[in-house]
């Protein structure tokens, strides 16, 4: 019998991460094994990544010796950073500059960098349409992931760079679901006009990323863009009616109108939004879901995410 290559991930207890350790370790013909990364290797998803068949080790984006550690033997690895724990583009880099030296030293032959839009490309800093935020970004945790590209691309890490989009997820956990209005109704408000927002399940990345590890070295060097649907507000107010038994209207509010809203990060959020409003006809296009799903043929549309996840969304 063949040994099983090693594919260490990074954030295994979270939503990207998790999704790419299930979907191996749900295959029992994968060629791989996982080596779940994580800083907590006593949480209750570390043991259940345990129970499943997973090797759980521990790792911290500020320790260079135990990513050193967490990669040494692996043939693979899947690096991915949370920037909603400290919204820092500075962590951000540090973290990717990291992993990728790591990377280097452990001799990992395939890495896929979860990553974003510079949209400092698209929106320069002394364009006035969009606020510039901690004097040097436009949309940091987007900004910030792209510079970080080029850490894997200098230390020589053979490397997919995977551009995710909205997780549908944050329905459920960030507050990005309905909300109810002076009016008593509920409404889903994003700064998206009538454009349409590509959207994916965490689980769904975690399968496309485990298709690009199926692929061997094919996709290595190359930029894959990936989505699960991509649905206006007004489509995803009328699938959330009848998902939840409640009706939700679209609030499309102006990008200047969101960015006021008070929770942490809501101008960095209301600048993302303007973003794939304002550029909308590339990063939906960009965003093949045929290719993707040539990665994930068990990629879900916007409906069959909540066919299985509409009871989890708090709805008041």
């Given at each position: ?26 295959d ?12 907590d290797v ?7 990544l345990?129970?499943?068949?997973a ?11 135990s990513l ?8 693979g ?5 949370f ?14 500059r ?5 990377l ?55 490397t ?14 960030f ?6 209005g ?7 408000t994003?700064?998206?006009?009538d454009?349409?927002?590509?959207g ?14 199926k692929?061997?070295?094919?996709l290595?060097g ?5 989505a699960?649907?991509h649905v ?8 959330l009616t009848?998902a939840?038994g ?21 101008d960095e ?6 973003f794939?409003?304002?550029f909308n006809d ?15 043929p ?5 409906d069959?995410w909540l ?10």
């Amino acid at each position: 019998m063949t040994e099983k290559k090693i594919i260490a991930v990074m954030g295994a207890t979270g939503a990207q991460g998790g999704g790419l350790a299930r979907a191996i370790l749900n295959d029992k013909e994968s060629p791989f094994t996982v080596r779940a990364v994580t800083r907590d290797v006593n949480s209750d998803k570390a043991r259940e990544l345990a129970a499943m068949g997973a090797e759980v080790v521990f790792a911290d984006l500020e320790d260079q010796k135990s990513l050193e550690n967490a990669f040494a033997g692996a043939y693979g690895a899947f690096c991915v950073t949370f920037f909603w724990a400290h919204f820092s583009p500075d962590k951000e880099k540090a973290g990717a500059r990291a992993m990728a030296a790591a990377l280097k030293t452990a001799g990992v032959k395939h890495a896929i960098w979860s990553t974003l839009e510079d949209t400092r490309k698209f929106i320069p800093l002394t364009d006035n349409r969009m606020p510039t935020l901690m004097g040097e970004y436009k949309v940091p945790h987007f900004d910030a992931k792209e510079e970080s590209n080029e850490f894997f691309v200098a230390a020589g890490v053979p490397t997919t760079f995977l551009y995710t989009a909205f997780y549908w997820e944050n329905l459920i956990y960030f507050g990005a679901g309905p909300q109810k209005g002076p009016d008593g109704k509920l409404y889903l408000t994003m700064p998206m006009g009538d454009k349409k927002l590509p959207g994916i399940s965490s689980e769904d990345i975690g399968k496309c990323a485990y298709g690009i590890f199926k692929q061997g070295s094919e996709l290595i060097g190359k930029k894959v863009y990936i989505a699960g649907e991509h649905v206006s507000g007004t489509q995803m107010a009328a699938s959330l009616t009848k998902a939840t038994g409640k009706e939700v209207f679209y609030n499309a509010v102006d990008a200047d109108v969101y960015r006021t809203f008070g929770f942490q990060g809501a101008d960095e959020m209301g600048n993302m939004f303007q973003f794939k409003r304002d550029f909308n006809d590339y990063y939906v296009g960009i965003r093949d879901l045929d290719n993707a799903r040539k990665l994930n043929p068990e990629l879900q549309s916007f409906d069959q995410w909540l066919e299985k996840n509409a009871a989890k969304i708090p709805v008041a």
